[in-house]
């Protein structure tokens, strides 16, 4: 919004006085408060108190803060590649996935291994967040680590060399049946262009006749990088996002400045609440372009644009919100309203105040809410007791049952044929109803609810004997009988879990894939003639 000039004078006169206001503030707690203070530390406290008022993404990194910088934007750091976790059973940071062709599991270090010293530095009883900064260093140094395998009771040094972590761009492509090639697309940081194009020529090469292009908890990255992977099956030429923002040189346009790879071949992206920012422009051009259906669940919607390196003094950094990007309809994808008045508030803006765009071919579609998908598969929810046993439970039974079972198999299967037999999942059950597992069940926690209101409403003495007998049967908590009952949806996390300490991140996902409703329905579209082109079609008004 354009000032006039009195307004301009206003804004410029408070902006002063508030900046004199602040500076006298901290001179006088400086000079006069009970305690020292740590300037970095109180300073830092309302800058951040500042920009948490404004949106998340527009964010100070001093000095000390270079490195997870860098590792924003570029997806890498500088470790031993691999995940840890605590475990809460041990009270000890454990080793939970290593990466493929990472330090971690060149020198052997594996599924379960208990960190227990790092250099001279113990890790007993520290939190996740210390023994990964001692784990992460300079590329190419060396650090010793000694761990303890709980497998074994052994304790072992190994001696690791840093590297710089990529994550990888590309987490698995494939060919699926009837000629349906398949991408899995991590990341748009760093540079996915040129591997992108490489697995797509390569599908091709193999047969592929149609694509599917998975952007499932895809959160973005570099603009430009995912404006050339939208190139591959789009004309040069074509404006595919426009920023603006207030000032001139924050508003600027992306086009495609290669001819195409592909314009024709049927395409189908998989998106979810996590596909953001740079993945929504590639799956919102392909849905304005008609070039291709979208299947999933609404993204997230974010449609701001950040400046990831405005310089601060004394080596500091400023990420900041400049703009807003429009994709190919001239829509606007963001989700959240940031209000900077009062404080700062968001709100979520409501279906009922967006507004209606029209694709190429004239199909509805709309701003304000990220980009609903043309059909939407809505994903299984986690049930309360794999929730609990996979993120929650002190007693860590699953993830010690995973490593167990990999100390004792050499090999398994390959990873989309690899399952766990009926005398294994037995063998889970009865090491879970042994170390003593419970989980909050919600039906109790809402049956008690009932209960409170029924007495406050007066109902409650007349069915005094029906809500007893429903609450023995509640107060029965049979695991037993809840992990049969469960046993497809818990077996399959165990399964996965196993599957990545021998075909890391690719094999995990391979294993997904087979039971993945949102992709069966994709194959099922690229596959039905004439389904496709129909539901490109815009729909005719009776």
């Known amino acids: 919004m354009n000032m006039n000039a009195q307004e301009a004078r206003n804004h410029n006169l408070d902006v002063a006085k508030n900046i004199e206001i602040f500076n006298a503030i901290y001179k006088t707690l400086d ?7 740590d300037a970095n530390t109180v300073i830092g406290n309302g800058i951040n108190a500042m920009l948490r008022s404004l949106d998340p993404y527009t964010e100070y990194y001093p000095e000390s803060k270079q490195k997870d910088l860098k590792m924003l934007m570029t997806g890498k750091y500088a470790g031993i590649g691999a995940v ?100 899995n697309l991590n990341t748009f940081s760093g540079e996915p262009a040129k591997p992108m194009r490489l697995a797509y020529l390569d599908l091709k090469q193999r047969g592929a006749k149609k694509l599917i292009l998975d952007l499932r908890s895809n959160g973005g990255g570099s ?28 508003n600027s346009d992306y086009k495609t400045r290669l001819e195409p790879i592909d314009t024709v071949m049927p395409i189908i992206v998989l998106v979810n609440d996590e596909t953001a920012s740079a993945s929504e422009i590639v799956s919102g051009s392909i849905q304005d372009l008609d070039r291709g259906l979208i299947i999933g669940t609404r993204t997230y919607g974010k449609g701001l644009v950040q400046i990831p390196n405005v310089d601060l003094p004394y ?24 209000k900077h008045t009062g404080g700062g508030y968001k709100e979520h803006v409501p279906d009922s105040l967006t507004h209606v765009f029209y694709t190429r071919n004239g199909r509805e579609v709309r701003d304000g809410g990220g980009i609903m998908p043309d059909i939407e598969i809505k994903p299984d929810t986690m049930s309360n007791i794999l929730l609990y046993l996979d993120r929650i439970d002190s007693t860590e039974v699953m993830f010690d049952y995973v490593v167990d079972y990999i100390s004792k198999h050499p090999t398994i299967a390959p990873a989309d044929k690899f399952h766990l037999t009926d005398a294994e999942y037995a063998d889970f059950t009865q090491q ?11 039906s109790k926690k809402q049956f008690e609810e009932l209960i409170k209101t029924a007495k406050f409403e007066g109902y409650y003495d007349d069915a005094k004997a029906e809500f007893e007998a429903l609450k023995a049967k509640l107060d029965h908590h049979d695991i037993e009988r809840d992990l049969q ?27 997904m894939l087979q039971t993945d409703k949102t992709l069966k329905e994709a194959e099922r579209i690229l596959n039905t003639s004439g389904e496709y082109e129909k539901l490109l079609s815009p729909k005719k008004v009776k």
């Open 84 to 183: 840890v976790r605590y475990h809460q059973k041990r009270k000890q940071v454990v080793i939970d996935e290593p990466f493929e062709g990472m330090p971690a599991a060149k020198v052997g270090l594996r599924k379960g291994d208990i960190i227990l010293q790092i250099e001279d530095t113990l890790m007993t009883n520290k939190p996740v967040a210390y023994v990964s900064d001692h784990l992460r260093g300079d590329a190419g140094s060396t650090i010793m680590i000694k761990i303890k395998r709980p497998s074994t009771g052994k304790v072992m040094n190994f001696k690791v060399t840093r590297e710089s972590i990529k994550t990888p761009e590309i987490t698995y492509y494939g060919m699926r049946p009837d000629g349906v090639g398949y991408i």
């Open 223 to 250: 603009v430009s990088e995912c404006v050339d992977i939208a190139n591959m099956w789009l004309p040069k030429g074509l404006t595919l996002v426009e920023t603006k923002g207030k000032l001139r040189r924050a």
């Open 315 to 338: 080596n500091g950094n400023l990420k900041l919100t400049t703009s807003k990007y429009y994709i190919p309809s001239g829509r606007c994808i963001q989700a959240i309203n940031y």
């Open 485 to 511: 009952q469960h046993r497809n949806e818990i077996q399959r996390q165990i399964e996965q879990d196993i599957i990545s300490a021998y075909y890391f991140q690719s094999g995990q996902l391979l294993h």
């Open 432 to 442: 879970v109803l042994k170390a003593g597992f419970t989980y909050d069940q919600i």
């Open 31 to 37: 000079l006069m408060y009970v305690d020292t203070l």
